[in-house]
Each structure stands twice: as structure tokens, then as C-alpha cells.
């Protein structure tokens, strides 16, 4: 048809990052929730620690009016969103490394960028269902009080969104540590345990000794509990915290920047080559 009417066939567009991130993004909610034993082992595992050291805890937390249940919840709520993004995208990219699936993906159109969208993106659809799961037993069974204002609800939303997007980020970068698929797991487990005994999830902050505030300090999960905490607990709480107030101006910068320094960490360590030997 082109040659009789003397015009070339006009190239075909190459579809647009963002169209293909989208399409991957259903494919990846897809897999994830076809895997029962991975949506219910990473949506267990922070709601049995929250029954357990619920059950465990009680009364008021050290020098506060605060029940310590309430400070647990708001904790745990960050470890949480930690699992369902990075150790849940770290082990599921070792996995698909292994597997072959990197390989093929690589020989699509698609690129990192798309990949790294979608990936987010069904971290976030995850990390808000477990949100709402937690939610909703720290308010059935341990009398968590829900923001009161809008300006708590807005502080709420922002700590989440950001933690999302830090934490999917990191897992992505942080997949290239594993060597294999079935050493994922605990190459994985290891910084997430670790930094939930210092970051003040199931203790008072600054109840713990002063160099692992120092340590804990320096990546998120720290920050993402204390943004939860100012969301959900009275301002007199702010005492407690090792400022003496909520930071939320500090909070949103550290937040933010761990945001920008995980996906230039993906960009750095995700290889396409890699999956290809």
C-alpha cells in the first residue's frame, strides 16, 4: 500500500516508559497475589509480631501518659511497609535472576526505568493493604486512636507515601547483594531485623543506647516509625523522641533523600547484563 502510493511507512513508536511500567505493574500485582505462601508469610509476619508484643506490653510507656501498645502499633506499621517493599522486591528480584525471568524481560523493550515503576508500584498497592491490615487490628484489638485532624491525616499520608517509595527502592538495589535465590531470604532478613531492634519499633527510642540512636539514625526505618508516631500518638509524646519534638521537617528531608539515594542505588547495582550469563 506504502509503495503504491509513493509514501513511506511511518516508523513505529517505541511504547512510552510510563505505558509499559503500567501494563508491568498489573502483570506483577498478578503474580504476587497468585503466590499465596509469599502474601501470607510477608503479611504475617508484622501482624503476629504486633499480637505477640501487644499481648506482652502494657501499661503506659517509660515517663509518658502514652499506653505502650500505641507506640508498638505505630512501629510496627513502619516494619511493616519494610517488609512489603524491600525485602519483599529484594527477594523477588533474586528469585527472578535466578529463575530466567530477568533474562527474558531483557529481551523485551522494556528498561530498567519501566521495571523499576512497576516493581514500585506493586510495592505500594502491598504496603497500603498491609497498612490498612495493621490499622485495623491496632484499633479493633489494642485501641489504637486514629489521626484526629486533617494535619495528622496529611502527616500520615506523606511519611507512608515516602516510605514506599525509599524502601522499594532500596529493595531493588539491595537484590544484587543475594548470590542466589535461596540464600535471598536471609541475606535479606539480616538489615531488617537488625535495624527493627534499633530504630525504635518495639521500644521507647530513646530508651536504647546512645550509639545505636546514632546508627539507626542514619537509614529509614527510624524515621518512618517516628513520622507514624507523631501521627498517631499525643504531642506530649514528642518529649520521649530524642529531639524533643517530631522533626517532621527533618523527617521528610532524610525521607526524601533516601528516596533519591535508593534509586540511584538501582540504577548503579540492577544489571539486565547480569541475568544474561
Known amino acids: 500500500m506504502g509503495d503504491r502510493s509513493g509514501l513511506r511507512p511511518r516508523p513505529q513508536r517505541m511504547p512510552s516508559i510510563g505505558r509499559v511500567a503500567v501494563a508491568r505493574a498489573g502483570i ?3 503474580c504476587y497475589f497468585r503466590n499465596r505462601q509469599a502474601v501470607i508469610f510477608t503479611f504475617a509476619l508484622p501482624l503476629v509480631l504486633l499480637l505477640i508484643f501487644g499481648v506482652i506490653y502494657s501499661g503506659d ?15 510496627i506499621i513502619a516494619s511493616g511497609i519494610m517488609s512489603t517493599t524491600f525485602s519483599s522486591l529484594a527477594v523477588a528480584i533474586a528469585i527472578e535472576r535466578d529463575d530466567g525471568t530477568l533474562r527474558r524481560l531483557a529481551a523485551t523493550p522494556m ?17 497500603v493493604l498491609e497498612t490498612v491490615v495493621l490499622l485495623t487490628v491496632g484499633v479493633g484489638l489494642f485501641g489504637l486512636h486514629l489521626p484526629n485532624t486533617a494535619a495528622r491525616w496529611f502527616t ?3 511519611v507512608v507515601v515516602l516510605s514506599i517509595v525509599a524502601c522499594s527502592f532500596l529493595g531493588i538495589a539491595y537484590s544484587r547483594v543475594a548470590p542466589n535465590a535461596r540464600a535471598a531470604a536471609p541475606v535479606v ?5 537488625a535495624l527493627q531492634l534499633v ?3 518495639f521500644f521507647v527510642f530513646t530508651s536504647l543506647p546512645g550509639f545505636m540512636q546514632v546508627v539507626a539514625g542514619c537509614f529509614p526505618l527510624k524515621w518512618m516509625a ?8 499525643s504531642d506530649s509524646f514528642q518529649r520521649s523522641e530524642a529531639a524533643g519534638s517530631w522533626e517532621h521537617g527533618r523527617t521528610a528531608l532524610i525521607l526524601g533523600g533516601w528516596c533519591v539515594a535508593g534509586l540511584l542505588l538501582s540504577l548503579t547495582a540492577f544489571k539486565w547484563e547480569r541475568a544474561k550469563k
Do not use: C, D, N
Open 28 to 30: 506483577e500485582l498478578k
Open 61 to 75: 510507656a517509660p515517663g509518658t501518659h502514652t499506653p505502650m501498645k500505641q507506640v508498638l502499633i505505630a512501629g
Open 111 to 127: 528498561s530498567p526505568a519501566s521495571y523499576f515503576l512497576a516493581k514500585v508500584a506493586q510495592a505500594f498497592v502491598t504496603g
Open 156 to 158: 500520615f499520608a506523606w
Open 189 to 193: 532478613q539480616l538489615p531488617y531485623l
Open 199 to 201: 530504630s525504635g519499633v
Open 226 to 233: 517516628q513520622g507514624l508516631r507523631s501521627a498517631f500518638l
